[in-house]
């Protein structure tokens, strides 16, 4: 089982919907949370950490569920410009000697006119 | 500011040369991270510096990888004897502090073909 999964997608959405992406995580020891974004053949950028009480940054909300081992990112009046790969990034922090980030394979979003 | 720089941004290689990729991080960042990221992959973890100490290279496929970061700065990712599977986009990121909550810093990646 890999260590960080995502359903790699594609959702192909229209303009203006609301789109969610989980990916849940094996390494209960986990520490901190993070999504990038990926443009295709470009590097991944940072969108947005994940904190235990949730955050929201405009349209983007994204969610920890530490019991499940899962997190969230929940797209609001999806644009044009959203179409992307979007990373889960899990890291496992000090307790494993380094600090290693894990990425997910990626959900590829398409958001369509 | 400068962001990460890699070089070179694409090499193309005959299978058996050795190549070396090199990384400039965002001045004054501690860790270093090289991935490797295959097609319709996520990246994939290969190596981590904190200041010029290799903390982690669990990540490296074989003995064929090899990394350094010698003073702390710069650092070069060489691969000997490569192989088409070695085919990828290697990507180096640096951040600024040694601990889990620090955001990283992507390059543009190095596109190696091994043909």
């Known amino acids: 089982r890999k260590e960080v999964e995502q359903d790699p997608g594609p959702f192909n959405v229209p303009e203006g919907a609301t789109v969610a992406f989980n990916c849940t995580y094996s390494?209960?020891?986990?520490?901190?949370f993070f999504w990038y974004r990926q443009d295709c053949r470009k590097e991944p950028k940072l969108l947005m950490s994940?904190?235990?009480s949730g955050n929201e940054d405009g349209r983007f909300t994204a969610q920890l569920n530490r019991a499940s081992q899962y997190i969230s990112l929940l797209i609001r009046d999806s644009k044009l410009s959203d179409s992307a790969t979007y990373l889960c990034?899990?890291?496992?922090?000090?307790?494993?000697?380094?600090?290693?980030?894990?990425f997910g394979t990626g959900t590829r979003l398409k958001v369509l006119a | 500011g400068a962001g990460v720089s890699q070089s070179p941004r694409y090499k193309v290689a005959k299978r058996g040369q050795d190549v070396a990729l090199r990384c400039d991080p965002i001045?004054?960042?501690?860790?270093l991270f090289w991935y490797q990221q295959a097609l319709g992959q996520g990246p994939e973890f290969l190596t981590y510096?904190?200041?010029?100490?290799?903390?982690?290279k669990s990540g490296l496929p074989s003995d064929r990888f090899f990394a350094e970061r010698p003073e702390g700065s710069v650092s070069t990712l060489k691969i000997q004897r490569t192989q088409q599977e070695d085919s990828a986009v290697y990507l180096c990121?640096?951040?600024?502090?040694?601990?889990?909550?620090?955001?990283?810093?992507f390059g543009p990646g190095t596109r190696l073909t091994v043909t």
């Open positions: 001045s004054g960042h501690v860790s």
């Open positions: 990034v899990v890291n496992t922090g000090r307790w494993s000697g380094t600090y290693k980030y894990i």
């Open positions: 990121a640096s951040s600024r502090g040694a601990g889990e909550h620090y955001e990283q810093y």
């Open positions: 994940v904190y235990s």
């Open positions: 390494n209960s020891a986990s520490q901190s």
């Open positions: 510096f904190q200041n010029e100490a290799q903390l982690d």
